[in-house]
Nanobody, 115 residues
Framework: QVQLVESGGGLVQAGGSLRLSCAAS????????MAWYRQAPGKQRELVAS???????NYVDSVKGRFTISRDNAKNTVYLQMNSLKPEDTAVYYC?????????WGQGTQVRVSS
């Protein structure tokens, strides 16, 4: 059974940093597509950043220059380094993975940024 388990969320002041991790288990191959999504209260879930095994990166405009996605293929783990956090970054962050689109999802980890 494939599982994605996130960790690293929490409460931080504006301007601070957090690092999210997501480890995939129950598989014997590397996901081509791994990504982080977020959903703020009353808003739709949005793609924050994605990374392919070849290193192709994609970021939503609002986090460019502040967030960095990376992955460790040997560990089937994806990371999201979040710097210069803003109150509008407050959301539940979800890890997702699949062949070319999100198929598997983590349970989510809460990120709260206080002003």
């Amino acid at each position: 059974q494939v599982q994605l388990v996130e960790s690293g969320g929490g409460l931080v002041q504006a301007g601070g940093s957090l690092r999210l991790s997501c480890a995939a288990s129950g598989i014997f191959f590397t996901f081509e597509f791994m990504a982080w999504y977020r959903q703020a209260p009353g808003k739709q879930r949005e793609l924050v950043a994605s990374i392919a095994t070849g290193g192709q990166l994609n970021y939503v405009d609002s986090v460019k220059g502040r967030f960095t996605i990376s992955r460790d293929n040997a560990k089937n783990t994806v990371y999201l380094q979040m710097n210069s956090l803003k109150p509008e970054d407050t959301a539940v962050y979800y890890c997702a993975a699949g062949a070319s689109r999100p198929v598997y999802w983590g349970q989510g980890t809460q990120v709260r940024v206080s002003s």
